[in-house]
């Protein structure tokens, strides 16, 4: 139900039924024609998803190191593109191309196997 208020001097009609000057009658959203019909809201406006990298870069180089770890790899490097493009600061830019190259040595390429010289005999 939907309220219907006669804002004029004369009598005015919803269907068959009459809305005397200055009252309020409420009716089934279907029976009330479309130009008296409560405006239908505005779509909020869709916000910005959270950006992680970006917040992780607002904090101090301390408060970002321990948290390195839980990122991806593609997060990592983000946030390495964004630090450099950024304040730059070497000491973050360090642990993250550290936290890269373990990632990079750790996923099967076997050359930490090859480097203990038990290589070639």
């Known amino acids: 139900m939907i ?4 804002n004029t001097a ?4 919803v269907g068959v ?3 005397p000057a200055g009252e309020t ?7 009330v024609p479309e130009h008296l019909r409560p405006a239908a809201p505005e779509p909020e406006a869709p916000q910005a998803a959270a950006d992680p990298v970006a917040d992780l870069l607002e904090g101090s180089v301390a408060d970002i190191v321990p948290q390195l770890d839980a990122l991806t ?3 990592l490097e983000a ?4 630090e ?5 600061r070497k000491t973050l830019l360090a642990e993250i191309a550290e936290r890269l190259l373990k990632r990079a040595g750790g996923e099967g390429s076997g050359t930490d196997a090859n480097q203990d010289g ?3 005999a």
Do not use: C, S, W
């Open 3 to 6: 309220p219907v208020t006669n």
């Open 10 to 13: 004369m009598p005015m009609y």
């Open 17 to 19: 039924h009459m809305i």
């Open 25 to 31: 009658r409420h009716f089934p959203l279907d029976q």
């Open 73 to 75: 790899t593609e997060q």
């Open 79 to 82: 946030v390495g593109e964004r």
């Open 84 to 88: 450099q493009v950024g304040k730059a």
């Open 118 to 120: 038990a290589g070639g």
